[in-house]
């Protein structure tokens, strides 16, 4: 299977609201992300639980737990890429305000990729 492009979506401002939230976890949780994210590239919609689920409204998550904590990353597709729009930690189940912000950042993704693609 070839490998999957994965992008970091860009807020309006040019920042990357999944990597400021990265920068705050702690270093092996932080590592633990980076290897799901690896892995999306690897397997892309191939990837399944326990590494990755459906929520809804074609947004997907990484699923990270270190200790206690469960980490999320969410994501969707576009054109054959995995975008990554920004990452949340919850109890129980994924707060709707964080799929919600997902399927906003799908949106303005899919009206300009250009704008919303986080370069360094």
Not at 33 to 60: F, K, M, N, Q, S
Not at 102 to 120: C, L, S
């Amino acid at each position: 299977m070839p490998q999957t492009e994965v992008v970091i979506f860009a807020a309006e401002d040019g920042s990357s609201p999944l990597l400021a939230w990265m920068d705050a976890l702690q270093v092996k949780a932080r590592d633990k992300c980076t290897v799901r994210i690896e892995r999306l590239a690897e397997r892309g919609h191939e990837l399944r639980r326990p590494e990755a689920d459906y929520l809804r409204d074609d947004i997907y998550e990484l699923r990270v737990r270190h200790g206690n904590v469960h980490h999320r990353i969410l994501y969707f597709f576009h054109e054959g890429r995995a975008i990554l729009s920004h990452g949340c930690t919850k109890e129980d189940v994924v707060p709707p305000a964080e799929i919600d912000r997902a399927v906003g950042n799908r949106t303005r993704f899919i009206q300009n990729p250009k704008r919303h693609t986080y370069e360094e």
